[in-house]
């Protein structure tokens, strides 16, 4: 069964910095893997889709890799601003390529 | 463009009351259709998915059902709500699988609390 992790759980950062979210999954067998904000309340918004012959994928400031041998992706934002504080979800495909399997998040906080 | 839309958005019910989420797609034809749960301190878990009408698959037993009436409708109803059943229900879409293309996009979800 797929599991997912995401750390850290949280992360506070003042503005400007670039920051690391990481991501594993236990079974490297996936079909595609996708990152998601989700603000308080609100429901889920798709930053990128990583397709599993892709490595990496790029949105902007944001910058997705995954790993499948390792079973890793990692989301890197760069010059964070205070409008990214929000909960980023990973979730990558079930072997069948149907359901998203999600990890609980990373919940951003970016001060000014 | 593609819109998915949720009602209602929020609802408080007692428990044993029966429930009726809708879900419904604008802007694509022939969609993947999904209900995810998002519970109070649990990751989002997916509840049934649908690649047509009258389709549907279920992933975890409970007490909730899904019905897929038309092409871009989708429904999540039970019978007799329990307490358990509280949380955030969320909606998505994908087109059909074509190649790799599977993007999950969502919508803006139903907070649901039974009392």
């Known amino acids: 069964k797929q599991e997912v992790t995401q750390i850290p759980a949280a992360l506070s950062v003042p503005e400007g910095e670039n920051l690391v979210l990481n991501c594993s999954f236990t079974d490297s067998a996936i079909y595609n893997l996708q990152w998601f904000r989700q603000d308080p309340g609100k429901g889920l918004t798709s930053l990128l889709l990583i397709q599993s012959s892709q490595r990496e994928q790029t949105s902007g400031r944001l910058n997705a890799s995954l790993d499948k041998s390792s079973g890793r992706s990692t989301l890197y934002i760069a010059a964070s601003q205070p409008g990214d504080s929000a909960t980023y979800l990973c979730a990558p495909y079930n072997q069948a390529g149907t359901a998203l399997i999600f990890g609980k998040g990373t919940t951003l906080s970016v001060s000014s | 463009s593609q819109t998915i839309h949720q009602w209602p958005a929020t609802l408080v019910q007692p428990v044993g009351s029966p429930l009726s989420l809708e879900c419904t797609v604008e802007?694509?034809?022939?969609?993947?259709l999904y209900w995810y749960r998002q519970a109070a301190g649990r990751g989002l878990q997916l509840l049934f998915y649908?690649?047509?009408?009258?389709?549907i698959s279920s992933e975890v037993p409970q007490n909730l059902s899904a019905s897929r009436p038309q092409d871009r409708q989708f429904i999540l109803s039970s019978k007799k709500l329990l307490l358990s059943d509280s949380g955030f229900y969320l909606c998505?879409?994908?087109?059909?699988?074509?190649?790799?293309?599977?993007?999950?996009?969502f919508g803006p979800g139903t907070r649901l609390t039974v009392l």
């Open positions: 649908s690649v047509g009408i009258g389709q």
């Open positions: 802007g694509t034809s022939n969609p993947n």
């Open positions: 998505a879409w994908s087109r059909l699988r074509q190649g790799t293309y599977n993007e999950q996009f």
